[in-house]
């Protein structure tokens, strides 16, 4: 089969516009959902209270459903229900008005702060539990305590897997385009359905996502040594 280079290279540069897209909607839901996490995997490692079962059933829940079940719960079904429940309240709210890149960055934060509380929680676990007894001994609060403390311990063992979270997040970004968002994977199907190049199109897709998780991946091993030269000091 011969491929359409020509087809290959448009496309490419009309999927770059879908790139500053894919970006601010990862940065966005780094943003939220890393400190959120951290604040989960605290919660349940303390585990009293109603809020750690809460948030057990809630990180269950998302680890446990595909996440096109989670974008179909959430951006097809959820809106009808409320919109049915605002006419019937006579509340003139026009939920479907919402644009489909708030409802990608509501879903998948709301995936990842489950995904990074699972990282964090094994990597804060890792410390030893004096330090934060230490921590208090001297007058520090639990909240100085982690943030001084515990959690500068526990990235060294937390960055790579949080570099694994972050890459599978830019492939979970290529469903946005399931809400209606113009990101990398919208464009190129868009341009391949238009000129029936599928297999092109998938292509650049792939070229484009492997680009983007390798930068991200030497990124991450870079901040690595940075942390090992530290502790090293």
Known sequence: ?????????????AVLAGVPVTFKLILVVLLFSIPLGVVVAIVR?????????IFSVYVSFIRGTPAM????LLYNALPVVIMRFFQEKGIGIDVYGIKGMTY???ILTATYIAVMSESFRGGLSAVDKGQL???????????QGYYRIVIPQAMANILPVLANNVTGLVKMSSLVF??????ITAIAKTEGARHTTYVEAYLVIAVMYITLNLTIELIFKLLEKRIKEY???
């Open 1 to 13: 089969m011969k491929l359409d280079h020509n087809f290959i290279k448009n496309t490419f540069i």
């Open 45 to 53: 490692m303390n585990k009293s209270g109603v809020l750690s079962k």
């Open 69 to 72: 079940v989670q974008i179909y």
């Open 104 to 106: 990608a960055y509501f």
């Open 133 to 143: 007894e230490a921590a208090k001994s001297i007058g520090l609060t639990p909240f």
């Open 178 to 183: 399931a809400m209606s968002v113009f990101d």
């Open 231 to 233: 502790h090293a000091l």
